[in-house]
């Protein structure tokens, strides 16, 4: 079985580093409003596939010249 990078999982610590430096805070505060990235939870453990966090960061991306 071949594992894409894009599904590599990441734990809460490596996908706030991943997202810029967000805190593991931000991102449970995120999940129990229901929002940021999706996840995964397996058994007590949350992860966060890489593929998946850097399609969220892309839809995050503003062009400053679109906002008028």
Do not use: C
Request: charged share 25%; no cysteine.
């Amino acid at each position: 079985m071949t594992i894409h990078n894009d599904d590599i999982l990441l734990n809460e610590h490596a996908a706030a580093g991943l997202l810029g430096g967000v805190s593991v805070k931000t991102l449970q505060r995120w999940r129990y409003r229901g929002q940021g990235p999706g996840w995964l939870k397996v058994g007590a453990s949350v992860f966060y596939r890489k593929g998946k966090l850097q399609d969220w960061l892309k839809s995050r991306e503003r062009d400053p010249e679109a906002v008028a």
